[in-house]
């Protein structure tokens, strides 16, 4: 919760795409949000050029959840097809773009039609055993390797490993290429992260572009019981995807199903240590608390910062125009913190109700996460194994944060099962 009293905020000396505000506190960051939320709701930000490896061009900020909903469900006077980005687009980057998150309808509607009906509620639930299994590996060998108490790094031991194991499966992806998929995932989101850098991020999505490219023509010789197969075979008004289109699309699955969920499952693990209380609230009820809790983690923790939508006309809101041709950017941890709709927010409360509903996964509309289904049980499964089998496992250190205004990142942080 952010502190009750502080040093007035001066929004004149806050740049939202400026790599000194996301290094800051994540508290400071609330109280900035909070403060543009109470007066400067619709605010102008200049381009600027700042410790990110890439520069960001001009927008406006939206920070209140009313706008952001709004915005997200209006597709055609908030498009997604000129950018989604507020950085500019280098050209090493550029190749791998347009995915289908990047379109609009109704380009973007016959893509996710090619795919969505694996990412449904029963098909979701026809994995779980299979996810069950993974979890329950994945805790074996940490009780093996760990279980005197001694520390590990949570991300690579427990967090990572479910969500990446099960969209590498739904990818068709063999096991042993599977700390391929995360090395090079893990390098494809990071452009503005200065330990990798545009160069690192565009050597990734070719590496992961070129794996897809021979995954894809295996499926074509031999097909399979997997999406890649799918993509391979489908047609969109009668035409196969281009080269370009399916390889874009497979980065697109593979790096948003094995990033975001690793990242939940980390920041869910952090508020539980940090909040025994809701910890014992959840694990003591489970099932009762499981749809509520893992969305209130992924209310405090969004997954990802912000998205860019670019106006098609002009728009009006609190007294401000804004016109056609300009950048919006969409700031989910504001609108998650929202005080005129949710009760409380700076508090952790795994029984707080699912509506109203938090924005981390995009705010509904039709680039709502097409995998969030998938998402919400894998963390539902690890929790559980968790609370039944290492319901001591906490955060032991503080979190090493990718610095980045996109994505919410957690590189590495230590944790450790009481003997």
């Known amino acids: ?31 900035v949000f909070a403060e543009l939320r109470r007066h400067d709701p619709v605010r102008w930000y200049p381009p600027r050029q700042s410790g990110f490896s890439r520069a960001c061009t001009e927008f406006w900020a939206l920070t209140r959840y009313d706008d952001i909903w709004h915005a997200s469900r209006n597709p055609a006077g908030f498009c997604s097809s000129v950018t989604i980005d507020i950085e500019v687009m280098p050209d090493e980057l550029g190749e791998f773009y347009p995915s289908m998150i990047n379109l609009d309808a109704p380009e973007h509607s016959r893509l996710r039609r090619l795919v969505a009906s694996g990412f449904t509620p029963k098909e979701i639930a026809a994995q779980d055993p299979h996810l069950r299994q993974i979890a329950a590996e994945i805790i074996d060998d940490v009780l093996d390797r760990f279980g005197d108490g001694s520390e590990f790094d949570l991300v690579s031991e427990v967090a990572a490993r ?19 998929m995360l090395e090079w ?3 494809a989101v990071s452009p503005d992260d200065a330990t990798v850098g545009v160069e690192g991020a565009a050597r990734g999505l070719r590496q992961i572009a070129d794996y897809a490219l021979d995954l894809g023509r295996q499926r074509l010789a031999r097909p399979a019981d997997d999406v890649t197969t799918v993509l391979m075979h489908a047609e969109v008004d009668g035409e196969r995807l281009t080269t370009k289109d399916y390889a874009n699309f497979f980065i697109l699955l593979i790096s948003a199903g094995n990033e975001t969920t690793r990242n939940a499952i980390t ?21 009762r608390h499981a749809a509520t809790a893992v969305e209130e983690i992924v209310r405090c923790e969004p997954l990802i910062s912000n998205m860019c939508r670019v106006l098609t006309q002009d728009v009006e809101l609190h007294g401000v125009t804004l016109h056609a041709g300009e950048k919006v950017a969409l700031w989910y941890p504001s609108a998650n913190r929202d005080e005129t709709v949710f009760s409380d927010p700076g508090r952790f409360d795994v029984r707080r109700p699912v509506h109203p509903q938090q924005v981390g996964y995009g705010a509904g509309g039709p680039h709502f996460c097409l995998g969030a289904n998938l998402a919400r049980r894998e963390m539902v499964v690890m929790f559980d194994e968790i609370r039944r089998r290492t319901p001591n496992l906490a955060i032991t250190g503080e979190p090493d944060r990718v610095l980045s205004m996109a994505l919410n990142s957690v590189r590495r942080v230590s944790a450790s099962v009481a003997p």
């Open 1 to 31: 919760m952010a502190p009750e009293s502080h040093e007035p905020i001066d929004l004149d000396a806050e740049h939202l795409a400026d790599s000194a505000f996301w290094s800051a506190s994540a508290e400071h960051r609330e109280l």
């Open 162 to 180: 479910l969500p990446l194991r099960a969209i590498c499966g739904m990818l068709g992806v063999p096991e042993s290429d599977h700390g391929l």
């Open 185 to 187: 995932t893990n390098l």
């Open 267 to 287: 920041h869910g693990l952090r508020l539980l240590t940090t909040h025994p209380d809701q910890r014992q609230i959840w694990f003591d009820d489970f099932e």
